[in-house]
């Protein structure tokens, strides 16, 4: 694809996270049988259905923009979640194991903040509110999950990984 404006580019990182999303579908049930924690188990399975609802609002933001859903490869979310596997398959503590699946996760969620907050900004810029609006509710989602993460990791599975 060739990008030839800010509406190309727009499109571009759009099909990237739709990629994104869809290979965390696939993470997020791995983590949920990792983890030992039980606070964890249930923000994971909160988030993979989160998740899901946010590639069907992907689904209709390309929609808005007369485009098809379409992935593009991300290469970075990919990087993470090998990283991520190549930690689970560590033996380790069970309470350790859980605050490393914290870690990982909240890369996840850091890359989609950066993405999805880059997203909003482009579709501002070319006067694409609707599509910017949906787009900023999924990253309040995204920052909402990474303070939540942070909360179990400080009140509860750091402690137990001392």
Do not use: W
């Not at 579908?25 to 993979?48: G, N, Q, R, V």
């Not at 990283?83 to 890369?107: F, G, H, T």
């Not at 990474?146 to 402690?159: P, Q, R, S």
Request: include cysteine; charge should be negative.
């Amino acid at each position: 694809m060739k990008l030839n404006n800010l509406n190309d580019l727009l499109l571009h990182e759009l099909q990237d996270i739709y990629s994104a999303e869809h290979q965390i579908t696939k993470a997020l049930p791995k983590m949920i049988e990792a983890t030992s924690s039980t606070k964890l188990k249930a923000a994971f399975k909160d988030h993979l259905q989160m998740t899901e609802k946010q590639i069907e609002r992907l689904e209709s933001v390309f929609e808005m923009m007369g485009e098809k859903a379409k992935a593009e490869k991300c290469k970075a979310m990919e990087g993470i979640i090998k990283e991520a596997e190549s930690m689970m398959s560590e033996k380790a503590d069970k309470s350790v194991m859980d605050a490393a699946l914290i870690a990982s996760a909240q890369r996840v969620e850091h890359y989609e903040i950066a993405a999805y907050g880059t997203v909003c900004t482009y579709a501002k810029q070319l006067g694409l509110n609707d599509v910017a609006e949906q787009l900023h509710i999924t990253l309040n989602e995204e920052k909402e999950t990474d303070l939540l993460l942070t909360e179990i990791a400080e009140n509860t599975v750091n402690k137990k990984a001392e």
